[in-house]
């Protein structure tokens, strides 16, 4: 089992709709989750983080977290072109040799016009 | 802010030679510092943790001493590809984290290695 799991899609949506982006992970120990925005042949970029189960928004972007079934989602409102992208969960892990930032394969995003 | 700035952005070597990625935290101390490659359509895979004043720590199947890790200050950390091989071409990214619960990792802009 894949430490983080995403599915690689690419998920399409028409602008304006509400993107779900889904990611689940392995370890129950996990204390913090990042999702990143990476656009091809350049570096991530963070989009927010989350700590706690429940909700978090930001703009646009909602986190939702839920430790019990160890589940990490982002979801985007008003989807707009400038959106596409690939879309990175991350987990931090805390290992023996400290903390460690895993990350799923991603989820390519494309909104339509 | 928690700004990471990496140099160069991109670089073409020939097959033996060495090269060295620069990672400096611009606005805040960073003790810690991680080192990413990336290779087309495939996820960031971490390939070691850089650490202030101490040896590095690299993850499982990457030679240290190919892929030579200095972390000589708090805001710099460095990483040399010896001995390049065309196989060594990837995108290599840095990455550090601000103290405090309001920041999250940050990453430089990445370095796109090609060996030729």
């Known amino acids: 089992q894949k430490e983080v799991e995403q599915n690689s899609g690419p998920l399409s949506v028409p602008e304006g709709a509400i993107a779900s982006l889904n990611c689940t992970y392995s370890?129950?120990?996990?204390?913090?989750f990042f999702w990143y925005r990476q656009y091809s042949g350049k570096s991530p970029e963070l989009i927010m983080f989350?700590?706690?189960?429940g909700d978090k928004e930001d703009g646009r972007f909602t986190a939702q977290l839920n430790k019990a079934s160890q589940y990490v989602s982002l979801l985007i409102r008003d989807s707009q072109p400038s959106d596409s992208a690939t879309y990175l969960c991350?987990?931090?892990?805390?290992?023996?040799?400290?903390?460690?930032?895993?990350f799923g394969t991603g989820t390519q995003l494309k909104v339509e016009l | 802010g928690a700004v990471v700035s990496q140099h160069p952005s991109r670089v073409i070597c020939k097959s033996g030679t060495s090269v060295k990625i620069e990672c400096r935290s611009l606005?805040?101390?960073?003790?810690?510092m991680f080192w990413y490659r990336q290779f087309p359509k495939q996820s960031l895979m971490l390939m070691a943790t850089?650490?202030?004043?101490?040896?590095?720590?690299?993850e499982q199947g990457v030679e240290k001493d190919k892929f030579l890790i200095n972390h000589a200050s708090l805001t710099l950390s460095t990483l040399t590809v010896t001995s390049a091989h065309p196989e060594d071409s990837s995108f290599y990214i840095c990455?550090?984290?601000?103290?405090?619960?309001?920041?999250?990792?940050?990453f430089g802009s990445g370095t796109r290695l090609t060996v030729v």
């Open positions: 990455s550090a984290r601000k103290q405090g619960k309001n920041y999250g990792y940050t």
């Open positions: 370890d129950r120990g996990s204390q913090s």
């Open positions: 989350i700590y706690s189960n």
């Open positions: 991350a987990v931090n892990m805390v290992t023996g040799g400290g903390n460690k930032l895993t």
């Open positions: 606005d805040f101390q960073a003790t810690t």
């Open positions: 850089s650490n202030e004043g101490s040896k590095a720590t690299y």
